[in-house]
């Protein structure tokens, strides 16, 4: 068949016309550039805050007190002291109370160390008392709390009964206890739980615990006994090993 002119020229009017929007199709595809709606940037990671520097552990054993800084009689333990199981297991209905003994038992009155701790436990025979002595570290705003908290016991829990599996009820007394002036925070508890024997005779326990936040770490002292417990103990060991603790902090700490 024979074309004429006016449909040759239509044909190719046509071809111009697709292969030009082809192509302003391609150029429109490769230089368009999106919104800046459509733009996502993937949220930046947020980086983890470094843990506070803490001491080592070979530094918390040197910042411990010793038998020698307390003098005759006190000498390293023989084992744990009898009293704990039969008295300071013991229940209360009162809260606060009871969380103070579960904490006195466990040897946890700012809770459990999450990091570097050294522990030290001396016994005096002439009195039968026994003191713990703990370094640790603890955040500063949990001590700040426990300390708050254990400055309310003489209120909260001035006179309440306990009974323990072993000793019968006891009849438990808290007051503040007076301690040195070291350290950035502290505070203090003297308490005296009361009670009858299984054998029928009268028992006191008496109960001195302190805890002293110096800087990022702490000292914690727990000093019992069921006979004349040395009153300035206590004091006598936070004197000497915030010291200690201070010179040992001064050597430098490790990041974690």
Same mark, same amino acid.
């Given at each position: 068949?024979?074309?004429?002119?006016?449909?040759?020229?239509?044909?190719?009017?046509?071809?111009?016309?697709?292969?030009?929007?082809?192509?302003?199709?391609?150029?429109?595809?490769?230089?368009?550039?999106?919104?800046?709606?459509a733009v996502r940037t993937p949220p930046a990671a947020h980086a983890s805050p470094a843990a506070a520097p803490v001491l080592t552990p070979a530094q918390a054993q040197a910042a411990l007190i010793t038998d020698a800084d307390l003098g005759a009689p006190w000498t390293s333990t023989q084992g744990t002291a009898t009293w704990r199981d039969t008295l300071?297991?013991?229940?209360?209905?009162?809260?606060?109370?009871?969380?103070?003994?579960?904490?006195?038992?466990?040897?946890?009155?700012?809770?459990?160390?999450?990091?570097?701790?050294?522990?030290?436990?001396?016994?005096?025979?002439?009195?039968?008392?026994?003191?713990?002595?703990?370094?640790?570290?603890?955040?500063?705003?949990?001590?700040?709390?426990?300390?708050?908290?254990?400055?309310?016991?003489?209120?909260?829990?001035?006179?309440?009964?306990?009974?323990?599996? /072993?000793? @019968?009820?006891? +009849?438990? !007394? *808290? #007051?503040?206890?007076? =301690?040195?002036? %070291?350290?950035?925070?502290?505070? $203090?508890?003297?308490?005296?739980?009361?009670?009858?024997?299984?054998?029928?005779?009268?028992?006191?326990?008496?109960?001195?615990?302190?805890?002293? /936040?110096? @800087?990022?770490? +702490?000292? !914690? *002292? #727990?000093?019992?006994? =069921?006979?004349? %417990?040395?009153?300035?103990?206590? $004091?006598?060991?936070?004197?000497?090993?915030?010291?200690?603790?201070?010179?040992?902090?001064?050597?430098?700490?490790?990041?974690?």
């Amino acid at each position: 068949m024979t074309r004429t002119p006016a449909l040759i020229l239509l044909a190719a009017g046509t071809l111009l016309t697709v292969a030009g929007c082809a192509n302003e199709a391609i150029l429109h595809t490769v230089t368009t550039a999106p919104s800046p709606s459509a733009v996502r940037t993937p949220p930046a990671a947020h980086a983890s805050p470094a843990a506070a520097p803490v001491l080592t552990p070979a530094q918390a054993q040197a910042a411990l007190i010793t038998d020698a800084d307390l003098g005759a009689p006190w000498t390293s333990t023989q084992g744990t002291a009898t009293w704990r199981d039969t008295l300071l297991k013991a229940k209360t209905n009162v809260p606060d109370c009871q969380r103070l003994l579960d904490a006195l038992y466990a040897d946890e009155v700012l809770g459990t160390p999450a990091t570097t701790q050294a522990v030290t436990t001396l016994d005096d025979t002439d009195d039968e008392a026994q003191l713990r002595y703990q370094v640790a570290a603890f955040p500063q705003a949990d001590v700040t709390r426990t300390l708050d908290w254990l400055r309310t016991l003489p209120q909260k829990c001035a006179n309440f009964t306990a009974t323990t599996t /072993r000793s @019968g009820t006891q +009849t438990v !007394t *808290v #007051t503040e206890a007076t =301690l040195p002036t %070291v350290g950035d925070a502290r505070e $203090g508890l003297h308490l005296t739980l009361t009670g009858t024997t299984p054998e029928g005779d009268q028992s006191t326990l008496t109960l001195d615990t302190a805890a002293v /936040r110096i @800087g990022d770490d +702490t000292i !914690t *002292v #727990t000093n019992g006994g =069921l006979g004349n %417990v040395p009153a300035d103990a206590a $004091g006598q060991a936070l004197q000497i090993g915030a010291q200690r603790l201070t010179e040992v902090q001064k050597q430098g700490r490790v990041q974690i």
